[in-house]
C-alpha cells in the first residue's frame, strides 16, 4: 500500500512541475511577443525603395521587391517566417477579377537577440501569371489590389500567429 502512495505522490509532482514549466514558458513567451511589438522600430519596412516593375509586354521582367527589418529582442527564436503577396486586378467596368501575381516566400529562423534584415523579391516574372496581364497598367479603369498575409511561429512554437492584409489598393492607398 506504501508503494502505491508514493508512486501517485510521484506522479502528481511530476505533473505539476511539467504544468508549472509549461506555464511559465506559455507566459514569458507572451511577455516577449508583446515587448516585440510593442516597439515600432522591432517590425518596419526598410527605407530602401519598393520596387513594383509591371511589364504587360513582357511579363517576364516584372518585378516586385519590398525591403523589410524585423528585430527578435524577445526571449525565444522567431521560426517559419512566411510572407505571401497576392496582386488581384479588377476591371472597373466589369467589376472583372483576376490573379496578376501570387508567391509565399519562407525565410530563415531568427534566434532571440538578432535580427533579419531582408527583402520579399519576385524577379523575372517569379510568381507572376502572365495570362491575367492586361494589355496596358495606363488605363483607368484598372485597379490593382494586393493582399499581404505572414505568419510565424514562436516561443518554442507555442505561439503561432498570422496577420493579413486584405484589398488594399496599390494606387490608391498609402503603403507606410
Known amino acids: 500500500m506504501r508503494a502505491a502512495r508514493v508512486f501517485r505522490w510521484t506522479v502528481r509532482i511530476f505533473i505539476l512541475f511539467l504544468t508549472g514549466t509549461m506555464t511559465a514558458v506559455s507566459v514569458l513567451g507572451g511577455l516577449s511577443a508583446v515587448q516585440i511589438l510593442s ?3 522591432n517590425i518596419q519596412i526598410a527605407d530602401d525603395p519598393v520596387v513594383f516593375q509591371f511589364n504587360s509586354t513582357q511579363p517576364e521582367k516584372t518585378n516586385v521587391s519590398v525591403p523589410f527589418y524585423l528585430n527578435n529582442d524577445g526571449y525565444y527564436s522567431l521560426n517559419g517566417l512566411n510572407i505571401g503577396i497576392n496582386i488581384t486586378l479588377v ?15 519562407t525565410f530563415p529562423d531568427i534566434p532571440a537577440g538578432s535580427f533579419l534584415d531582408s527583402n520579399f523579391e519576385a524577379l523575372n516574372g ?40 486584405n484589398n488594399l489598393n496599390l494606387w490608391s492607398d498609402t503603403l507606410y
Open 39 to 41: 516597439n515600432p522600430a
Open 91 to 105: 476591371y472597373n467596368s466589369t467589376s472583372e477579377e483576376a490573379f496578376i501575381f501570387r508567391k509565399n516566400q
Open 126 to 165: 517569379d510568381g507572376f501569371i502572365p495570362g491575367n496581364f492586361p494589355e496596358s497598367f495606363d488605363d483607368p479603369n484598372i485597379e490593382l489590389w494586393f493582399n499581404i498575409s505572414v505568419s510565424a511561429r514562436y516561443s518554442l512554437d507555442l505561439l503561432s500567429f498570422s496577420v493579413n492584409i
